[in-house]
């Protein structure tokens, strides 16, 4: 089993960790990795992969645009910072 | 009997005749919860000036003499489930704040079926436990024994109920987080199929395997409320376009030939020896209702664990990137924005779901996807087709909720593999997309015992028709916490 990059995989993950965190996420996840590596017992050439269970396909609606009841206010309440109707955010292009 | 003790059957009576009313039956359940709460510890967020004023606005409305299935009966909602005007945080820091801007499909059905929507029921963060010690407001007891956990995720609502001070409550089922705090709690909690519920208005933790679902104090009741949440919704791509039956009508219907099949590796060494003595002695007690006890095999469930931290912890990887500090919840400033992200989510998140997202991406990461993610994939494939194999001998599947009963507080909190394992024999119907209740079935050590009954998908019926006659030929689901 390869060694788990952990500043590598929580850049991808988008999460600040501090050096105690990565130490002990580290040795949690070699166990749980461990742990899965039971599946490879199994032989599983052939076999489908199973994505969700339920029976649907494509599930499509016509694309029209139909309001939806609640006011834009109440959305952008949540928001950490809003402005003239907008999410502001931290600048992304200089 | 006071009315917070009822359950909504019983109460609906009641209501429905005007011998009691809207108001004094939710002022009965918030004199309980400011009786026990302090205790148990089960609710997050209450409004009893809100929750009288919709038992009042119930009342004036005459619901409850029309007849609507839910007028007047006093519901608490999983802190995961919007409810427009109330807060929705998950338990988490990072939606600390957020009010929600609209209802659930569940919370606008039972609106129009008359509930009063109480308050807001704790929970391990993002449905990520077995526990509830993962919800960042604290843990919510056992009513049962405060030292002890109430099981998770849906620890809240397992355990208002449980304490009657809820009639009853919705959750939402991952991996057993309906059934499991339902066993450990004494109630009874229902996983309907994937797809006959939509998941319109829950937070997404693994989209493929989430569930709602209810707790209740009884199986009568457990219909009533499935009544009342099932069925389609073009809001929820997954949500099935099918008739819904009445799920009432099949209760107390004779079980006689019917098959109940008992899978070999459900009764396991390890498990509780008294657990499993309990659980063996309901399945008697079928048997002697003229049940037929089949033995069946599920050759794949000791696969079922790993699977399902791969499949859920990647799901859960790709559902909560929307947590990034922008559209609601918390930000913490960093130098640009991808610092922003970072020091968002590391200090938002608490530690159960960082390891969650972390595994998730990890799974998911280029060079380890095939190995991991599409093999889990394929192992689930394997495990839905042990279920339909079963299926074919047998019309349910009778096993042990959980191999334990309710254990301590930070009792296993240290070693998040060890908690993982504790819910071994809930986690397969997720996979499978089948259903399961959990109805108590008996006390080890002054704790409650949970039996499973599991279904194929869409057989609710059945499953509710076994579960009631159960009940009928025990009492153990009458028996409630003195706290």
Same mark, same amino acid.
């Given at each position: 089993?390869?060694?788990?990059?952990?500043?590598?995989?929580?850049?991808?993950?988008?999460?600040?960790?501090?050096?105690?965190?990565?130490?002990?996420?580290?040795?949690?996840?070699?166990?749980?990795?461990?742990?899965?590596?039971?599946?490879?017992?199994?032989?599983?050439?052939?076999?489908?992969?199973?994505?969700?269970?339920?029976?649907?396909?494509?599930?499509?609606?016509?694309?029209?645009?139909?309001?939806?009841?609640?006011?834009?206010?109440?959305?952008?309440?949540?928001?950490?910072?809003?402005?003239?109707?907008?999410?502001?955010?931290?600048?992304?292009?200089? | 009997?006071?009315?917070?003790?009822?359950?909504?059957?019983?109460?609906?009576?009641?209501?429905?005749?005007?011998?009691?009313?809207?108001?004094?039956?939710?002022?009965?359940?918030?004199?309980?919860?400011?009786?026990?709460?302090?205790?148990?510890?089960?609710?997050?967020?209450?409004?009893?000036?809100?929750?009288?004023?919709?038992?009042?606005?119930?009342?004036?409305?005459?619901?409850?003499?029309?007849?609507?299935?839910?007028?007047?009966?006093?519901?608490?909602?999983?802190?995961?489930?919007?409810?427009?005007?109330?807060?929705?945080?998950?338990?988490?820091?990072?939606?600390?704040?957020?009010?929600?801007?609209?209802?659930?499909?569940?919370?606008?059905?039972?609106?129009?079926?008359?509930?009063?929507?109480?308050?807001?029921?704790?929970?391990?963060?993002?449905?990520?436990?077995?526990?509830?010690?993962?919800?960042?407001?604290?843990?919510?007891?056992?009513?049962?024994?405060?030292?002890?956990?109430?099981?998770?995720?849906?620890?809240?609502?397992?355990?208002?109920?449980?304490?009657?001070?809820?009639?009853?409550?919705?959750?939402?089922?991952?991996?057993?987080?309906?059934?499991?705090?339902?066993?450990?709690?004494?109630?009874?909690?229902?996983?309907?199929?994937?797809?006959?519920?939509?998941?319109?208005?829950?937070?997404?933790?693994?989209?493929?395997?989430?569930?709602?679902?209810?707790?209740?104090?009884?199986?009568?009741?457990?219909?009533?409320?499935?009544?009342?949440?099932?069925?389609?919704?073009?809001?929820?791509?997954?949500?099935?376009?099918?008739?819904?039956?009445?799920?009432?009508?099949?209760?107390?219907?004779?079980?006689?030939?019917?098959?109940?099949?008992?899978?070999?590796?459900?009764?396991?060494?390890?498990?509780?020896?008294?657990?499993?003595?309990?659980?063996?002695?309901?399945?008697?007690?079928?048997?002697?209702?003229?049940?037929?006890?089949?033995?069946?095999?599920?050759?794949?469930?000791?696969?079922?664990?790993?699977?399902?931290?791969?499949?859920?912890?990647?799901?859960?990887?790709?559902?909560?990137?929307?947590?990034?500090?922008?559209?609601?919840?918390?930000?913490?400033?960093?130098?640009?924005?991808?610092?922003?992200?970072?020091?968002?989510?590391?200090?938002?998140?608490?530690?159960?779901?960082?390891?969650?997202?972390?595994?998730?991406?990890?799974?998911?990461?280029?060079?380890?996807?095939?190995?991991?993610? !599409? %093999?889990?994939?394929? /192992?689930?494939?394997? +495990?839905?087709? @042990?279920?339909? =194999?079963?299926? *074919?001998?047998?019309? &349910?599947?009778?096993?042990?909720?959980?191999?334990?009963?309710?254990?301590?507080?930070?009792?296993?909190?240290?070693?998040?593999?060890?908690?993982?394992?504790?819910?071994?024999?809930?986690?397969?119907?997720?996979?499978?997309?089948?259903?399961?209740?959990?109805?108590?079935?008996?006390? !080890? %050590?002054?704790?409650? /015992?949970?039996?499973? +009954?599991?279904? @194929?998908?869409? =057989?609710?019926? *059945?499953?509710?028709? &076994?579960?009631?006659?159960?009940?009928?030929?025990?009492?153990?689901?009458?028996?409630?916490?003195?706290?």
């Amino acid at each position: 089993m390869p060694e788990m990059n952990i500043d590598h995989v929580a850049h991808l993950a988008r999460i600040e960790l501090t050096d105690a965190e990565k130490q002990k996420i580290a040795a949690q996840l070699k166990d749980i990795l461990a742990y899965v590596e039971k599946l490879n017992q199994l032989d599983v050439t052939g076999v489908e992969p199973t994505a969700h269970a339920t029976p649907l396909h494509n599930v499509l609606r016509p694309d029209e645009a139909k309001p939806s009841g609640i006011d834009r206010e109440q959305f952008l309440r949540n928001a950490p910072e809003h402005a003239r109707d907008l999410f502001i955010m931290p600048k992304i292009v200089e | 009997m006071s009315l917070h003790a009822l359950t909504i059957h019983e109460l609906r009576r009641k209501l429905h005749t005007g011998e009691v009313s809207a108001r004094q039956v939710t002022q009965s359940v918030l004199d309980r919860i400011a009786a026990v709460d302090s205790k148990v510890k089960g609710y997050l967020w209450l409004n009893a000036a809100d929750a009288l004023a919709q038992a009042d606005a119930i009342d004036r409305s005459g619901a409850a003499r029309n007849g609507k299935a839910l007028a007047g009966v006093p519901v608490a909602i999983k802190d995961v489930i919007n409810v427009a005007g109330q807060p929705c945080t998950c338990a988490s820091k990072i939606l600390q704040g957020y009010v929600s801007p609209y209802d659930a499909f569940v919370t606008k059905r039972l609106r129009e079926a008359g509930a009063v929507l109480l308050g807001r029921t704790n929970m391990d963060e993002f449905a990520m436990g077995s526990s509830t010690e993962n919800s960042s407001w604290g843990t919510t007891r056992n009513p049962w024994d405060l030292e002890r956990i109430p099981g998770g995720s849906s620890g809240g609502s397992a355990a208002v109920v449980a304490a009657d001070e809820a009639i009853a409550a919705l959750g939402s089922d991952t991996g057993g987080s309906i059934r499991q705090p339902a066993s450990l709690c004494g109630c009874v909690g229902l996983k309907p199929t994937y797809g006959l519920v939509s998941r319109f208005g829950l937070v997404a933790f693994a989209s493929s395997l989430d569930q709602i679902g209810p707790f209740t104090k009884d199986v009568t009741d457990a219909a009533i409320l499935l009544n009342v949440i099932a069925g389609h919704d073009a809001q929820d791509s997954t949500s099935v376009p099918r008739a819904v039956p009445d799920y009432t009508a099949v209760l107390g219907k004779d079980i006689k030939g019917l098959r109940i099949g008992l899978p070999k590796e459900y009764f396991i060494p390890g498990m509780d020896r008294e657990v499993e003595a309990c659980v063996r002695a309901a399945v008697a007690a079928l048997a002697k209702r003229g049940a037929e006890i089949v033995e069946v095999s599920l050759p794949h469930t000791e696969y079922a664990v790993a699977v399902y931290y791969l499949i859920a912890t990647a799901e859960a990887s790709a559902n909560l990137a929307r947590f990034d500090g922008v559209r609601y919840g918390l930000r913490v400033r960093g130098e640009d924005v991808i610092d922003t992200y970072g020091k968002t989510r590391g200090q938002g998140f608490g530690p159960e779901v960082k390891r969650r997202i972390m595994l998730g991406t990890y799974a998911l990461s280029a060079g380890y996807y095939d190995a991991y993610y !599409v %093999r889990a994939q394929k /192992v689930r494939t394997l +495990i839905r087709r @042990d279920f339909e =194999a079963a299926f *074919k001998k047998c019309d &349910v599947i009778a096993t042990p909720t959980s191999p334990e009963v309710a254990f301590k507080a930070g009792e296993k909190s240290g070693d998040p593999l060890k908690m993982y394992l504790s819910d071994i024999f809930t986690i397969s119907c997720n996979l499978a997309g089948n259903c399961g209740i959990s109805v108590p079935c008996g006390f !080890v %050590r002054g704790l409650p /015992v949970g039996l499973q +009954i599991l279904g @194929d998908a869409f =057989a609710e019926e *059945k499953v509710l028709q &076994v579960a009631r006659a159960y009940e009928q030929v025990t009492n153990w689901y009458k028996e409630r916490p003195r706290i």
